[in-house]
């Protein structure tokens, strides 16, 4: 069973963060003044790596290639293109970005927040206000046919995701258009300016093949990029399909000429000949087929009762397997509970007021997290972005035109979570919580909590996708039930579950929102109001409140890093003090474990924890261990 849902793709992309600005600058001649084009950039600060950047400092850069990763993936899928709401795509492609497949103009930085380096794009540009973004790509970017990727491209790419991806439409909203200025430059054009992080965050664009994307088919039929596929795409990035089982099985190889490979970011990674996943139906089957050996090579943990107490099994005890938590900087996702507002029962704050009352996180924690975990009480934990106290200074002065549309309290007092400590505490959280729900119309009567007009009991179903969802719900269900409230949790697969949630069809589930230190577009699709009524938004919530929207784009457009973090905060105490979420919980290190087959660096990355394209396999320990489905 997880304690944490919807964990970011294994081993990818899995810290979500938006890309952001530069600094090693290249100079080009002209009769106008020269324009500062960056090949690496930062939203934080100045990045430790400068223009003589030959790999990341952590990495073996003559680390060997070779060898299988064997991996296993929870649920199914049916379809090789993601950035379409239909179908379920498999593992290895990735909704944002380019995954195992695809490159993208730049890439993200596994060492440093907010940071990214050239990949396709060898070097952008903008001007002062922010107004526009100028792409070079890197003349030696190759698809894997052979053929250079060129600014047109680019600019396919950019028209057909905005056109028919939800995410990349909300997340380059204000971008107009996108203009090939010859076949290596592309200028990205907005219908704003000052928005500091626009120019940067272009980077995470995913360029696809036009020309194979527009071709036909080995039957010659047409391709169609805005309909599901099981075609293997052709791509640029370091990894390709080799073959696959719908459904339950892929497998990817490493292009051994691919064009990347010796750029800085690239150098002593991406070191696995072979990637394989197998579907398993549940969380449950996984951890078995890890325990076997063969089938799954390094798991990330995030099961606490597996942390406290599984690790007894004989392979581990003899040595074959082993774990370690690795410290991490990044980050930490916002996990918590997420109420529906779109429907109604959900509309009044003090019912969701009344709900995180009844969450005791001390009793879960106890007795079916061992402990290990702390409570989640921001939505941008971890570094300097995390509300706290009282409003004061610039946060102050950002909030106060804002002041009657706010709880008092919001100004006064600092947000606090209930406290669970003793059985007393326990008792008045539970009255709070009545009082609450009577303020909003609900009663008790014969032992349920029903709406004092009509007579309606309170209902609650949550959507889990595992049976293992007890553990994130279990107890809180029964905390509501002795409320009076019939609560329910309903387990559906994750096809289902995909479906719901795209059309926000919930009353609650937990969801899991990742943040990074340079907040910007993305806020949009986590809390506007417009992002409320768009499908495969992630305001999940529902959250409508024009204070928010507001605060949202002040974070977009702050002038420099010290309003940023003021309005940030703003933009959290607010979120916190409107109930949207009932936070859970997190962990500050990264729980690994991995049967004894592999070389790692000396060091691995301390923001991310550990980087897994760092690590390769050492021939003679693998020949050592169990063969695919073998049990020890």
Known sequence: MSDTARLPERFGNWRSRVLAACLAMLAITGSAPAAEWHSTSTLTGESKYGDDFKHYDYVNPDAPKGGTLHSTVAGTFDSFNPYILRGTPAVGFARLGGGLLYDTLMDQATDEPSTSHALIAEA??????????????????????????????????????????????????????????????????????????????????????????????ADGKKRDITQPTLEPPLGSGPYRIKSFVAGSEIVWERVPDYWAADLPVKVGRENFDIRSYIYFRDAVAEWEAFKKGGLEDIRAENRSQYWAEGYDFPAFKEGKVVRKAFETKSPEPMQGFAMNMRRKKFQDIRVREALTYLFDFATVNRTRLYGLRKRTDSYFLGGELRSSGIPKGEELEILEPFRDQLPAELFT???????????????????????????????????????????????????????????????????????????????????????????????????????????????????????????????????????????????IFAKDRETLVATTHALDRVLLWGYYYIPQWYSDALWLAWWDKFGLPDKQPAYIGADIDSWWIIPEKEAALPEEGGSQ
């Open 124 to 217: 952008f540009t903008y001007p002062d206000d922010y107004s526009s973004a100028t792409y070079r790509l890197n003349p030696k970017a190759r698809w894997h046919d052979g053929k250079p990727i060129t600014a047109e491209d680019v600019v396919w790419s950019f028209d057909v995701l905005k056109k028919n991806s939800q995410l990349y439409n909300r997340y380059y909203e204000n971008v107009t258009e996108a203009v090939a200025l010859n076949d290596h430059e592309v200028e990205f054009r907005f219908d704003q300016t000052g928005n500091r992080e626009l120019p940067h965050i272009m980077g995470d664009l995913v360029v696809l093949p036009k020309h194979w994307w527009e071709g036909v088919d």
């Open 413 to 555: 007092k600092p947000f606090t979570l209930p406290s669970y400590s003793d059985r007393a505490s326990q008792r008045a959280n539970q009255r709070k919580a009545f009082e609450l729900f009577k303020e909003a119309g609900w009663v008790s009567r014969d032992g349920k909590l029903v709406n004092a007009e009509t007579g309606e009991q309170f209902t609650v179903e949550y959507l889990g996708a595992s049976p293992t969802d007890e553990i994130i719900a279990g107890q809180f269900i029964e905390d509501m039930r002795r409320l009076g409230i019939d609560a329910s949790i309903r387990i559906v697969d994750q096809a289902q579950e995909i479906n719901r949630m795209r059309d926000f069809d919930f009353d609650m589930t937990t969801v899991m929102l990742a943040q990074s230190l340079s907040p910007g577009n993305e806020q949009r699709d986590f809390w506007s109001s417009t992002a409320a009524d768009q499908p495969d938004s992630r305001n999940y919530s529902g959250i409508r409140n024009p204070v928010v929207d507001a605060l949202v784009d002040k974070v």
